[in-house]
């Protein structure tokens, strides 16, 4: 990790990333749960 940067940007930089990752979580979901309404057979 650098150490040059202020800790307000790391912080700013690190939310963004967290805000990314929960975004990417909720697509998977949603399209886990798209796949099981389309597919019953693979509920299971």
């Not at 963004?16 to 749960?33: A, C, G, R, S």
Request: glycine residues 0%; positive net charge.
């Amino acid at each position: 990790m650098m150490q040059n940067r202020p800790l307000c940007y790391l912080l700013i930089e690190n939310r963004l990333q967290t805000i990314q990752l929960e975004e990417i979580l909720q697509k998977t979901v949603d399209f886990i749960l798209n796949l099981r309404k389309m597919r019953p057979c693979y509920a299971n």
